[in-house]
């Protein structure tokens, strides 16, 4: 079991910035990626960006260039620093980890926090 607690969210203007943090704690020996994922009102969840324990990135077309994912290994923390929030970006925001172990992969998910970028 993996427990994912997030910190960080917000009431932002739009071109203003904020810093998202997700601390796993558990069998975190197991995972294998770490990501952050989003819901606005309506709509699907969708793919932030992701990190693998290498260090490898992926991000959503629509956040490259103004989000950046990291993590720290030795707090067993990643990051999403977003940066030029848009009003498109509100949304509840998801950290995930991927785990392999005996029982095959699964997935964890934090609780959510919400980010709003209004004026």
């Known amino acids: 079991q993996v427990q994912l607690v997030e910190s960080g969210g917000g009431l932002v203007q739009p071109g203003g910035s904020l810093r998202l943090s997700c601390a796993a704690s558990g069998s975190i020996f197991s995972i294998y990626a770490m990501g952050w994922y989003r819901q606005a009102p309506g709509k699907q969840r969708e793919l932030v960006a992701t990190i693998t324990n290498g260090g490898s990135t992926n991000y959503v077309d629509s956040v490259k260039g103004r989000f950046t994912i990291s993590r720290d290994n030795a707090k067993n923390t990643v990051y999403l620093q977003m940066n030029s929030l848009k009003p498109e970006d509100t949304a509840v925001y998801y950290c995930?980890?991927?785990?392999?172990?005996?029982?095959?992969?699964?997935?964890?998910w934090g609780q959510g926090t919400q980010v709003t970028v209004s004026s």
């Open positions: 995930n980890a991927k785990t392999i172990g005996p029982s095959g992969r699964n997935d964890y």
